[in-house]
């Protein structure tokens, strides 16, 4: 299917008219109708019903834009990464999320140059949800993610199991600083800690949340191998008496018969996970 299609349907279903699809594209709107017409042909189904205010999804439009979503996104990162770079045959397309990517995959991605040099090596940062239908549309081969769908062609692997500690300043434990560690996390933590659920200063990414108190004193919940530093230097204490929550990390591929080079990257990556190193997640400040 022309590619150039499903770009027009979106573009319809973003701006609500066809005048207004083809204005964007530059192209007459009798073009567009022709596109809309050979697109609905395909499918075999009508997409929109069109009045005086534009046009509107009927129920079979309202299911095809995933499906279009898929196709237009695929085919950019197609685009992205076709042609291999010279000398190489193959590629390994791996993800995380933003909490994940310093210092699990800066690591990951270090072993698998090392030890898989015959391979380009894509990376990619996400939120959890996107980098799990990535993997799904096989766009990623694998990802480290905190919180995993458990759907029929993913495989779903606790990679290491870490624990949420309340942790203050020393010598300046306030503000209560909320981090926004997921929708298990605030379930436990506002079922235990009902007073601190409203907290005036709030964070939905750990190690924003953990710069910020470092520089203006405060108290938070963080992953331990995170904080150790800082424990161990007496800059944070553990908050005495505090409830504690689990915090484990997942990798996530598909079960399609992971590839013997895919696998090897995964002892890779069991191996990092094993180590005890600085998880502090300070940047080089020189770079």
């Not at 908050?239 to 992971?258: G, H, I, K, M, Q």
């Amino acid at each position: 299917m022309d590619i150039d299609l499903a770009r027009t349907f979106l573009e319809i279903v973003r701006l609500g008219s066809l005048m207004a699809a083809a204005e964007k594209l530059h192209v007459t709107q009798t073009a567009i109708t022709a596109r809309v017409q050979k697109l609905e042909s395909h499918l075999n189904c009508t997409l929109f019903i069109r009045n005086r205010t534009g046009a509107k999804l009927t129920s079979d439009g309202e299911a095809f834009v995933v499906f279009a979503n898929q196709l237009v996104q695929t085919w950019d990162a197609a685009r992205r990464e076709l042609p291999l770079p010279d000398g190489y045959r193959h590629v390994l397309r791996v993800g995380a999320e933003m909490s994940l990517c310093n210092p699990l995959m800066l690591s990951w991605v270090s072993e698998i140059r090392k030890a898989i040099p015959d391979y380009a090596l894509h990376s990619e940062v996400k939120e959890g949800d996107a980098l799990m239908k990535d993997i799904e549309r096989g766009v990623l081969d694998a990802a480290l993610v905190y919180q995993p769908a458990y759907w029929p062609s993913l495989q779903v692997e606790e990679l290491l199991e870490e624990k949420l500690i309340l942790v203050r300043v020393v010598g300046k434990p306030e503000p209560y600083v909320y981090i926004d560690w997921g929708p298990e996390f605030r379930r436990q933590h506002d079922a235990a800690m009902p007073e601190k659920s409203k907290a005036a200063v709030a964070f939905n990414l750990g190690p924003f949340a953990l710069q910020y108190i470092l520089d203006n004193g405060g108290a938070g919940y963080f992953r331990t191998r995170v904080v150790q530093t800082w424990l161990d230097r007496g800059i944070v204490e553990r908050v005495p008496l505090a409830p504690e929550f689990s915090y484990p990390t997942y990798l996530v591929y598909s079960r399609d018969n992971p590839s013997s080079t895919l696998r090897r990257a995964f002892e890779l990556l069991r191996e990092i996970a094993k180590e005890n190193g600085d998880w502090s997640q300070r940047w080089d400040p020189l770079i």
